[in-house]
């Protein structure tokens, strides 16, 4: 079956350490890439994607991800974390030869200031 | 206006009521999503409707009815739920329509409960 993993559930890092979170997917084929955020009580919103071209993207509040296609990974990074930085983050794929759209289980970021 | 508004906000329903839920966007997207997310889990996709017309049912139970009245609007239609049913529905809209390639924007779903 098609999936998304990601391997942090909770990661639990102090102010202005670095960040990588994991996600793979099982995906053959052309694939979209996103990362979600959901801040505490707020809806989920897009933090970057990729679609084509060059395997960096950045995204918004200093996020970048690397597309690496022989490892089917879209691992997230950001140099200096900030305590706002603390959310759910949601990793998802869609695959056009399945036209199938899934969600990872999701990392729980939690930042100490 | 780059918002997707659902109400209610919260809804507490029994096993044999009949309820709906309502979303709405002003952004002319023509695909609308709605997923359902249990806690601390991720969203997971119930159906698609791309210009109207539902493109994607992920073999949800006939329990959830799904409606597009117009490409602004999504409605879901609840009728004999399960206590099991009991989540965070979300809704999603996206202006492309290739089911889930392009970037979604989310409501901030409705809390349902199912007594």
């Known amino acids: 079956a098609q999936s998304v993993s990601q391997h942090n559930h909770h990661v639990i890092l102090s102010e202005a350490a670095s960040l990588e979170l994991g996600c793979n997917y099982s995906y053959g084929g052309t694939v979209n890439l996103f990362w979600y955020v959901q801040y505490p009580g707020q809806h989920l919103q897009l933090l970057l994607k990729y679609f084509s071209g060059d395997p960096l993207v950045k995204g918004i509040k200093g996020f970048e991800a690397e597309f690496i296609k022989s490892k089917f990974s879209f691992n997230l990074r950001k140099p200096s974390v900030q305590w706002s930085d603390t959310a759910e983050y949601f990793c998802a794929a869609y695959s056009y030869n399945n036209n199938d759209m899934r969600f990872g289980a999701g990392t729980r970021l939690t930042v100490k200031p | 206006d780059t918002e997707v508004t659902q109400t209610p906000k919260h809804l507490v329903m029994g096993m044999t009521n009949k309820k709906s839920l309502k979303c709405e966007q002003h952004m002319g997207h023509r695909a609308m999503y709605w997923y359902k997310q249990k806690a601390k889990k991720p969203p997971e996709l119930m159906f698609v409707y791309s210009y109207e017309k539902l493109s994607i049912n992920e073999s949800v139970p006939s329990r959830f009815s799904p409606e597009c009245p117009n490409s602004s609007l999504l409605n879901l239609h609840l009728h004999a739920l399960q206590p099991e049913d009991s989540a965070l529905y979300l809704c999603?809209?996206?202006?492309?329509?290739?089911?889930?390639?392009?970037?979604?924007?989310f409501g901030p779903g409705t809390r349902l409960t199912v007594t």
């Open positions: 999603a809209s996206s202006q492309g329509t290739s089911g889930g390639a392009y970037e979604q924007y």
